[in-house]
């Protein structure tokens, strides 16, 4: 049977991010599917496409250049300074296939009502060359087609341009391509081979970007990612070593791929007051990148086609609607904030949450690395600096590698049914938070095998869940992809992870290290006579249920039972204050006092400290317990019960033993 979720998502459904309705026309007919369900007040302010915000001016600005509509291959374009007026209906550039316009400095292209440039699948190219402060607007751009990788506005990446209340849609390749201090803004970003937007530019110069009340949706329809498997190379919008962007107020749905992607050394972004919904892919990918926050976000029904591809595969890899992998909080890179920040965002129903990932195997010079690029740090033209010996040690250890650290998410609201994911969504697969690597092997002279990366990115990079909202039946993989865990186990002292939250209105509970109430058949394990002692499970007269062991001496004079499951019970977390308790009773006269020897132990099973808990002769149920820190090393517990008895016989019960995170012991 699924369980759904309908009183959670009902209060979940009053959340408004961002602006009005979607606007009448295509815009409006595409929010359907999840974007419907709960949460549909959600909804996108930057409903752009079909709309009336794209008309332009129904007369030319005063001493504007009049472009008739027709083949305007005899314009010159190229004069800076000038305004261009394109009237109303289709235009066209020569037919050669490097035919286009090459603006001059300065120079601003206005569009009539109406006023379409059609490439007609002849011209790769609609606005090129370097010019800087261009202005392109109320244009419909259609029909060009560049090479993959490759953009139809702003080509070659010119600084200083904007683009707004423009139409780009069904051309090859990236509708727009960026430069420094670019503002695209207001647009219609539709359908186009590759991507909405790249932003990038040789030399890695891009700054101060603006992205803001853009619509990107149904971009990436050459599918790039399986016509060239592990290309990177798809979605809605994507940045390149941007230093500086704010992508704030747009809608990215539809696309094919993932929604808002930055790959390689990016830093200083803000993501905010977006909608994100139903991308095949991850909603926002933030990879060996720096510094971002992303905030005031609804991201919902994304991932849905990549969760599932990887489901039928048998991939446990957590999906999810944010990625970060490999990004890295960073002081020493200068920006607006020094950590990954993920706060007030809604997630609900995407295929997973949020995933925090490094791979131990990608760093500065490895052959596992998918850039010839060097981190920020070291500098991105330095790779051959990250070579053994010298990484084995200090700075260069630290500084060769994108670590996934300081990432601060907090406050935010995920909301997962499994029964409205891609129609029941399998949740092995799906419904995850993530925090983990894997274990390095590769290349040969890497500083950064084994488990380093996973110890480092669980417990030392400052890498912290709090004060979030949770409904529905979240799990967490954690450390690595083979361990799965439930709220309780990732709260607890183990992970330590998201205090001050919620899930489905309660705190979670830590699990116990272990509970024992005997009641299962009549085993006796994993208690086992030491010496002097028999060990045997009693039926009726227990303290709770009907089970209880009996512990008997067998012989006048020291008795001892112990555990025979060295080197204990795992999940010890040294510095973590711990509760342990049982019930005991007198069985058979005369009880003898017994102490309970609690032995703290570190992996190998070395004891590293001992409480002992006294157990005096009482003929009625009684509780004995302590609470004691488990020092330094600790991963592991057991204990022995041991006593002096002056003739065999006597006896007492034990019932009802746990070990449990914390300083509340166990009502009677």
Known sequence: MRRTWPAALAVIATVVMGGAVPASGDAGDRATGPAAGAGAKAVAKA??????????????????????????????????NTTYYFQTGTHTLNAGEYAQIKPGDGATFIGAPGAVLDGKKLNKYAFGE???????????????VPPHDEGVVNHDSG???????????????AALMAGARNTIRGNCLKDNGQYGLNAYKSGNTITGLVVADNEFTGNNTGDWEHQKPGCGCTGGMKFWAVNGADVTGNWVHHNHGPGVWADTNNNDFLIEDNLIEDNES????????YNAVIRNNTLRGNAWASGAERAAKGDPFPESAIYL?????????????????????????????ITAWANADRFCNSPASTTGDCTLIVGPTNTAKCSAPGINDQPLYTDCRWWTKNVDVHHNTFAFDPGAVDGGCPTQYCGHMALLSNWGTYPDWSPYKGAVIQRSIVH????????????GPW?????DMGTRVSPGQWA???????????????????????EQDFESGSTTSPYSPWYGATVAHRTGGAHGGTGSLQLTSAQASGSAVALDNFPGYSGVVAGTRYHVSLWYREAVATMPAVTWNVRWRDESGTVLRTDAIPLARTTAWTEAAGTFTAPAGTTRVDWTFVWNASAPGPAFQIDDLAVRPGASGKSA
């Not at 370097?130 to 060009?144: D, K, M, N, P």
């Not at 991850?282 to 990148?289: K, M, R, V």
Request: glycine share 12%; aromatic share 8%; hydrophobic share 30%.
């Open 47 to 80: 409903a752009v496409c079909g709309s009336s915000a794209l008309d332009g001016p129904a007369t030319p600005p005063a001493g504007a250049v009049i472009v008739p509509e027709g083949d305007n291959s005899g314009v010159n374009f190229s004069q800076a």
């Open 130 to 144: 370097h010019a800087s402060g261009v202005t392109i607007r109320y244009l419909t751009i259609t029909g060009f």
């Open 159 to 173: 600084d200083g341009w904007v683009i707004e209340h423009t139409t780009i849609r069904d051309n090859d390749g």
């Open 282 to 289: 991850l909603g926002i990918f933030y990879e060996i990148s």
């Open 325 to 353: 992998s490999e990004a890295d909080g960073e002081p020493r890179v200068k920006a607006r904030t020094s950590k990954i920040e993920i706060t007030g965002n809604l997630l609900e129903n995407n295929w997973g949450g």
């Open 460 to 471: 030392e990079s400052n890498n912290s869940w709090h004060d979030n909202t949770y409904t």
């Open 475 to 479: 799990q967490f993989r954690v450390t």
């Open 492 to 514: 607890g002292p183990q992970y330590g992870q998201d205090a001050g939250s919620t899930f489905d209105g309660a705190t979670p509970v830590p699990p116990a290290i272990t």
